[in-house]
């Protein structure tokens, strides 16, 4: 069972549409991250949370943690082929972190 | 520019074979981690470690050791190799506190036991 639950698995958008994945989860975390990953290379860090509320954006990306912090959405406006990946969410406690299973995003030029 | 180096991208080994993968960071960090990433089930902790000669149990160890003599180190070690530890195993290594502040990871080995 995934401590954390990322929806939607896959996404295949057209180039210039907006999309948001979900990352949820029934536990607290002290801060949750954001990382991409793609073919053949390890996951890079995009973005840390800590705080609830809290909102981050990085260019044409929005993450948002959930006010209980169990919860955070990733939000790509007007995505560009160079956002395709794969994106995971990982939240903190104690001091390890778990990882959600991922969405794969592809945008079509 | 500051990196996790795996020692090998693509790894081919026969079971029962004893596998070692190497992973070296050169930012100092005390933290490292060694993860298996498969498909639908995102990455799982196998081991980790926060000082040099530490190591602690991850959330899926059985059929894996490490070793850590050395702070820049981190080895991870398959006893047997069996068909069923064919993954791509990654590393990672993260300051004191750096569980908060995301981790760096290297590249990846990608090891099929055939």
């Known amino acids: 069972t995934q401590l954390l639950e990322q929806s939607p698995q896959f996404l295949s958008i057209q180039e210039g549409e907006n999309l948001t994945v979900y990352c949820n989860s029934s536990?607290?975390?002290?801060?949750l991250q954001w990382y991409r990953q793609e073919p053949g290379e390890g996951p890079v860090l995009l973005v840390t949370?800590?705080?609830?509320?809290e909102v981050k954006k990085l260019k044409r990306l929005t993450f948002q943690f959930g006010d209980a912090r169990k919860d955070s959405s990733l939000h790509i406006t007007a995505a560009q082929p160079g956002d395709t990946g794969l994106y995971l969410c990982?939240?903190?406690?104690?001091?390890?972190?778990?990882f959600g299973a991922g969405t794969t995003v592809t945008v079509r030029a | 520019d500051v990196k996790v180096t795996q020692s090998s991208r693509y790894l081919v080994k026969r079971t029962g074979e004893k596998v070692f993968l190497e992973c070296v960071q050169d930012?100092?960090?005390?933290?490292m981690f060694w993860y298996r990433q498969d498909p639908g089930l995102g990455l799982r902790l196998i081991y980790f470690?926060?000082?040099?000669?530490?190591?602690e149990k991850g959330d899926i160890p059985e059929g894996y050791s490490v070793s850590r003599e050395k702070k820049e180190r981190f080895s991870l070690i398959l006893e047997s190799a069996s068909t069923n530890q064919t993954s791509m195993y990654l590393c990672?290594?993260?300051?004191?506190?750096?569980?908060?502040?995301?981790?760096?990871f290297g590249s990846g080995t990608r090891l099929t036991v055939v």
């Open positions: 990672a290594s993260s300051p004191i506190g750096g569980t908060n502040y995301g981790y760096t």
């Open positions: 536990s607290v975390f002290s801060s």
């Open positions: 949370v800590v705080t609830g509320g």
């Open positions: 990982a939240g903190a406690s104690d001091y390890k972190l778990s």
């Open positions: 930012m100092d960090h005390e933290n």
């Open positions: 470690s926060y000082d040099v000669k530490m190591k």
